[in-house]
């Protein structure tokens, strides 16, 4: 198999007397002597062989470049991704953490505030209770007052009316 490469053809090129010189493209010119146009198909033969399985070797040793470059580049950015997963990991673990903390004393400061809230509201209740017994007491003062005042403005009028009376009986008499 052969990969990015194609093959030279072979081309005479001249020589000393009594022999050829070959050439193929990109390469050294390399001679043979004369020989039977069998044996020279078969020596062409050979020869495509040779430079057909240096070809390979080539393009195998540029397959093994490019599969262990790949490869090196695949374990670094394997690497590299572990790298950062335990980064991220480990961040995610702190945030947890913090979170928990966090919990655990907003939990400890809503329990407070509840046992405060139940320690306001049953002095609220208390204190509710108390004025509610002394706004009864004040409406009743309140209420006997108003009634005090009342026979006290009738006993003024009944003074008034007897301090006319006896007015009169001494300006009746004088």
């Known amino acids: 198999m052969l990969i990015g490469r194609q093959t030279a053809p072979v081309r005479v090129v001249g020589g000393p007397p009594g022999t050829r010189q070959y050439q193929m493209s990109g390469s050294e010119a390399f001679s043979k002597p004369p020989l039977g146009p069998g044996v020279a198909t078969l020596f062409q033969g050979l020869q495509e062989k040779e430079v057909l399985e240096r070809c390979r070797g080539e393009d195998m040793a540029a397959v093994t470049f490019q599969w262990q470059r790949r490869e090196l580049q695949l374990t670094q950015q394997l690497q590299q991704m572990d790298t950062q997963h335990e980064h991220t990991v480990g961040e995610l673990d702190a945030l947890l953490s913090s979170q928990s903390d966090l ?36 409406q009743e ?26 007015k009169k009986r001494l300006t009746k008499k004088s």
Not at 115 to 124: A, D, F, R, W
């Open 103 to 138: 919990i655990h004393r907003l939990k400890e400061e809503c329990r407070s505030l509840g046992q405060k809230l139940e320690e306001v509201t049953e002095s609220s209740r208390s204190e509710v209770e108390q004025l509610t017994v002394e706004r009864a007491h004040l």
């Open 141 to 166: 003062c309140v209420e006997k007052l108003r009634g005090r005042c009342h026979d006290m403005e009738e006993q003024c009028v009944q003074h008034g009316t007897m301090h006319q009376r006896m």
